[in-house]
């Protein structure tokens, strides 16, 4: 049984930084890619951020270039979002996801990953 299971989420003010986690229990995320994807209320799930299972690169959302990094940890089966210089407009239900392999083309689409984390808040003061 594949679990995912994020932390690291809270209130903060603007400015501040957040560390996300992700770990990964029923396969190991190397020959997975992972994304972080997010949800504010009333709105559509997001793509944020994700890293490719093969060539190790990883991919932002124009809103979050610079300021957020996304990572793993194969040994400890982890994944990590590190947010920076947040914003109130970060402020969502943060989840990862991850997925089989996968093409570059199709890391920012929610309905290609396979697996889904429950999500942990992150609100964001001004």
């Known amino acids: 049984q594949v679990q995912l299971v994020e932390s690291g989420g809270g209130l903060v003010q603007s400015g501040d930084s957040l560390r996300l986690s992700c770990v990964v229990s029923?396969?190991?995320?190397?020959?997975?890619?992972m994304g972080w994807f997010r949800q504010a209320p009333g709105q559509e799930r997001e793509f944020v951020a994700a890293?490719?299972?093969?060539?190790?690169?990883?991919y932002y959302t124009d809103s979050v270039k610079g300021r957020f990094t996304i990572s793993r940890d194969n040994a400890k089966n982890t994944g990590f979002l590190q947010m920076s210089t947040l914003k109130p407009d970060d402020t969502a239900v943060y989840y990862c996801?991850?997925?089989?392999?996968?093409?570059?083309?199709?890391?920012?689409?929610?309905?290609?990953?396979?697996?889904w984390g429950q999500g942990t808040q992150v609100t964001v003061s001004s």
């Open positions: 996801a991850t997925k089989r392999g996968g093409i570059v083309s199709d890391l920012s689409n929610h309905q290609s990953y396979d697996y």
């Open positions: 890293l490719h299972w093969s060539n190790g690169r990883t």
């Open positions: 029923g396969h190991h995320i190397s020959g997975y890619s």
